[in-house]
């Protein structure tokens, strides 16, 4: 019964969910027409606001670029492929692997989402070499699920967004958060987040264990499909021009990753462990920088990580465009997120009102895919 209910799901996905940006569009019309038919204004009156609120979200939305670019980047250096390599000989049956790769992946997405998303597929190969009759289908799914933690980790957008504070987040929050931001130890690293977390890592793993299915059931890989195509061509030095020489310079990688350091254990010294997106992504800047070894190396990296940024990039400006069309108010000052929150106040106490909150966040979720641009709209 449960894997009918599952291949139904997966039927239902594979028919009826276009891509994220049809999403946007599709909430964009909703917005429009909700605002025209609920706060009485003018056609022209939506456009406006969504053109106002369209650019908006630049920073953010370069911010969130940055994690999943930096996080890839850091992810696919020589020395964390090693590592992966040498974690892959420990698990001797398809139980363990499943085990190890969700508590890795689980581990790395608490550190960087895209981090994590890359580390996790990479694990998933090189375990798919070392262990007969793992199920593929299940130790990818396992190599993703510790997505499901990184919310509650060091690249969480919207924490790291209440830390950094600002006007922009006076602006966003109507005025319920102050400029000053709400600092990490009430959000990450509160006890009731580092209990989720605590209890998500020890159980997620043996979910996924319980999942795997019997030999006769068992998908399993070519592994002459896994083979490494990528092949690192060093060029001769002697053929090297001038600016070869600067593009494969160690010391280049040395100095600015001496600066860049430097800054961020000046940080640490001055302002303790209160993250934000900036310092974050420095962070995750200067470790991949200084992993691969010489800027081309880094650059041809941040070239491929760059390709999944794309969305990120696209989608933005329009969830901003219908953060605008929800607080743009008519004559009278009210807006369809007033509205909103008058209805969700009135059918919640001070109780109910946080679940309340948390269904409604959800519902927009389905629309859209992102938890930083979620939270904005």
């Given at each position: ?5 599952t ?5 239902l996905v ?27 204004q ?5 456009i406006?606001h969504?053109?106002?609120?369209f650019?908006s979200l630049?920073?953010?939305a370069?911010q ?19 590592i992966t390599?040498k974690?892959?000989?420990i ?8 085990l190890?790769v ?8 608490i ?11 990479i694990f998933?190969?090189e375990l798919a070499?070392?262990?007969?009759g ?7 799914a396992?190599a993703y699920?510790?997505?499901l933690?990184w ?7 919207i924490?790291l967004?209440l830390?950094?504070g600002?006007e ?11 400029a ?10 509160s006890?009731f987040n ?17 999942m795997?299915?019997?030999?006769g059931?068992?998908v399993?890989i070519?592994?002459g ?7 690192l ?13 600067l593009?494969?310079s ?7 990753s ?9 940080y ?10 900036n ?8 470790l991949?920088?200084l992993l691969?070894?010489?800027?081309k190396?880094?650059?041809?990296a ?14 933005f ?16 000052g009210?807006?369809l ?18 679940m309340?909150s ?20």
């Amino acid at each position: 019964m449960f894997k009918k209910f599952t291949n139904g799901c997966v039927k239902l996905v594979q028919n009826y969910l276009p891509d994220p940006f049809l999403f946007c569009i599709i909430l964009t019309f909703i917005i429009f027409i909700s605002g025209v038919l609920f706060t009485g204004q003018s056609p022209l009156s939506m456009i406006i606001h969504w053109t106002n609120g369209f650019w908006s979200l630049l920073a953010f939305a370069m911010q969130m670029a940055l994690v999943l670019v930096f996080g890839h980047t850091l992810a696919s250096a020589p020395a964390f492929k090693k590592i992966t390599k040498k974690l892959a000989r420990i698990p001797k049956t398809p139980t363990q692997a499943i085990l190890l790769v969700t508590f890795v992946s689980s581990i790395a997405c608490i550190l960087n989402w895209g981090f994590g998303l890359v580390i996790g597929a990479i694990f998933a190969k090189e375990l798919a070499k070392e262990v007969d009759g793992v199920d593929y289908r299940l130790l990818i799914a396992s190599a993703y699920s510790g997505f499901l933690l990184w919310h509650a980790g060091l690249s969480a957008s919207i924490p790291l967004t209440l830390a950094t504070g600002g006007e922009s987040l006076v602006k966003a929050t109507a005025g319920a958060v102050s400029a000053a931001g709400v600092p990490t130890s009430e959000t990450i690293f509160s006890i009731f987040n580092l209990v989720i977390v605590g209890v998500l890592v020890v159980t997620l793993p043996l979910i996924n264990r319980a999942m795997h299915p019997d030999k006769g059931s068992v998908v399993v890989i070519d592994k002459g499909l896994l083979e490494d195509e990528e092949v690192l061509v060093e060029m001769p030095k002697e053929n090297m021009t001038p600016a070869d020489k600067l593009e494969n310079s160690k010391i280049v990688t040395w100095l600015i990753s001496i600066m860049g350091f430097t800054y961020i254990i000046y940080y640490f010294i001055t302002s303790g462990f209160n993250l934000n997106l900036n310092i974050v992504n420095f962070i995750f800047l200067f470790l991949g920088i200084l992993l691969h070894g010489t800027p081309k190396r880094f650059i041809n990296a941040l070239m491929d990580g760059a390709k999944g940024a794309g969305p990120i990039l696209l989608q933005f400006p329009f969830y901003a465009g219908i953060m605008g069309m929800m607080t743009g108010a008519n004559a009278e000052g009210i807006s369809l997120a007033v509205l909103m929150s008058n209805v969700f106040v009135t059918i919640s106490n001070k109780v109910t009102f946080p679940m309340f909150s948390f269904l409604s966040a959800g519902l927009v979720n389905f629309f859209v895919p992102s938890g930083g641009g979620q939270w904005a709209v």
